[in-house]
């Protein structure tokens, strides 16, 4: 991971975001994600390791961990700072609950009292009026954002700096995402994130599913 970290670095990124909260199976089996927070000790180091290695900021995802537990999620924050973390993003889930039942906002505000650097909210912001709600409710000083960002990534710029999107703005981007990735990677790769994005952005529909049949040629 340091090494990583210190490619990351060269490579001329603003920071190391470091993920121990995903809970992908396919992840989690490899022991890495949110399986790491079944080893508080070895999470710190990895992140005590990273910190080491590099100058640039050092951030941390993670989550509730495997039993719904407050006191684990505060002691793992408390962990991560002292290993060196410049920033931490919360998640508040459990594991196993992908994104069954909602996150429970008010931990957020347990992590970021129990801790002296900025801590990022994360689960169920989908409009402006959320993250307003999630600021008030949690005093989080950062809000971070999955889905949406994926199926509106103008909301940044809606959100802040009150840009008001057209009716076209979802052909528009979908446009756009397909003529940036070739830029990117091959063809074949290409169409591959193409296909895993779509479902995101087809879901802004109230008929996206038969939208994704259509555009996702499956
Ligand atoms: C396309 C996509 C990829 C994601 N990858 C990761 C990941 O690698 N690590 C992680 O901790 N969470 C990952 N997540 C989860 C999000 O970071 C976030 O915790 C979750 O989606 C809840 O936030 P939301 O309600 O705003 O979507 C991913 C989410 C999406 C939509």
Not at 20 to 40: E, M, N, Q, R, Y
Request: include cysteine; charged fraction near 20%; hydrophobic fraction near 45%.
């Amino acid at each position: 991971m340091a090494a990583a970290a210190v490619r990351i670095e060269k490579e001329g990124f603003f920071g190391v975001d470091l993920n121990f909260g995903c809970s992908v199976a396919a992840i989690c089996k490899k022991g890495c994600g949110a399986a790491l927070l079944k080893t508080p000790e070895l999470s710190s180091k990895i992140v005590k390791a990273v910190r080491a290695s590099v100058s640039i900021p050092v951030f941390v995802k993670f989550r509730t961990g495997w039993s719904n537990d407050p006191l684990f999620a505060v002691d793992m924050a408390r962990r991560f700072e002292g290993a060196g973390a410049d920033a931490l993003t919360f998640h508040p889930r459990v594991a196993p609950d992908r994104r069954t039942r909602p996150p429970q906002w008010d931990m957020i505000r347990l992590v970021q009292e129990a801790v002296s650097i900025p801590v990022f909210g994360n689960g169920n912001l989908f409009e402006e009026k959320d993250g307003i709600q999630m600021i008030r409710q949690t005093s989080c000083q950062g809000l971070s954002i999955g889905r949406m960002a994926v199926a509106r990534p103008w909301l940044f710029s809606q959100w802040t700096n009150h840009f008001l999107p057209g009716n076209d703005i979802y052909y528009k981007t979908a446009l756009k995402f397909s003529h940036i990735l070739p830029e990117h990677f091959n063809e074949p790769f290409s169409v591959r994130l193409f296909k895993k994005y779509a479902p995101y952005f087809c879901a802004n529909f109230k008929f996206g599913h038969q939208l994704l049949k259509k555009t996702c040629f499956r």
